[in-house]
């Protein structure tokens, strides 16, 4: 009796096939490139974190991506009541708001200092407290530059009475708003510096050893359903097994 290998090519399964086996291996080489992506900003971050802290006036004139996660020091003192607050920020599963307030340099100017978190109502009826700080200070903490532009549904208005609520942060906006010079990119402060709130600055959100293995999963997912298809779609399996399939032709 001999044997041969043959293929039934039911059209669902090959078109079902046909669309989603690229899709999961796409997904597979998105995760891969995402862990790339991810350690070259941690490697960034960890240059950036051997500097010493420079004086923000000085740095003014510097390229966005050489002055991401750069230390830095400032002096002044933060303006009364005069709060941005970066709205649907979440930290440990609990929604707030992120405190972002206006900061007059001593060498003139001003600066956003990002001061953290604060517990905000998610109905949106009563504006976080935040509490002041008075007099002169000293701060430590490091620029923040956004990867690119926030996406937003519509444009975002930024006036009316403090604190002004934020959908994302959009630096000539608030510039314009405030009529005044502003530092191009927010200041993250230190924990403990004065004025910090709950301060939890996350560089990368995913390790990219995680999008490593979720790459694994996209890649075995992938190999699962073409090995699937191929014994739906051959008598394989019984010539693996030592039998013609069904429709063989016999001698």
Avoid: C
């Amino acid at each position: 009796m001999a044997t041969r290998l043959e293929f039934d090519f039911e059209w669902r399964i090959t078109l079902f096939t046909l669309v989603l086996l690229p899709l999961l291996i796409s997904l597979g080489f998105w995760q891969l490139q995402r862990a790339q992506e991810k350690a070259v900003l941690a490697a960034a971050f960890e240059r950036q974190q051997t500097l010493p802290p420079g004086p923000l006036a000085g740095l003014r004139d510097e390229e966005g991506v050489a002055l991401a996660y750069r230390p830095v020091v400032l002096q002044g003192r933060y303006r009364a009541g005069e709060h941005f607050l970066l709205d649907n920020r979440m930290l440990e599963g609990r929604f707030g708001n992120e405190v972002l307030t206006v900061f007059e340099l001593a060498s003139g100017g001003l600066a956003l200092v990002n001061r953290g978190w604060v517990p905000a109502d998610a109905s949106r009826r009563v504006l976080p407290q935040v509490p002041e700080v008075r007099g002169e200070v000293r701060l430590t903490g490091q620029l923040y530059v956004p990867p690119g532009e926030p996406y937003l549904l519509a444009d975002e208005a930024i006036a009316g009475p403090w604190p002004r609520r934020l959908q994302a942060v959009e630096m000539d906006k608030i510039a314009e708003s405030l009529g005044a010079t502003l530092f191009p990119y927010e200041v993250r402060i230190d924990e403990g510096q004065p004025g910090a709130l709950a301060v939890d600055w996350q560089v990368i959100n995913i390790s990219p050893a995680k999008h490593r293995a979720y790459s694994v999963q996209w890649f075995t997912m992938a190999a699962v359903l073409a090995l699937v298809y191929l014994l739906r779609s051959t008598n394989l399996w019984q010539l693996a097994r030592g039998r013609a399939g069904p429709g063989a032709d016999s001698e």
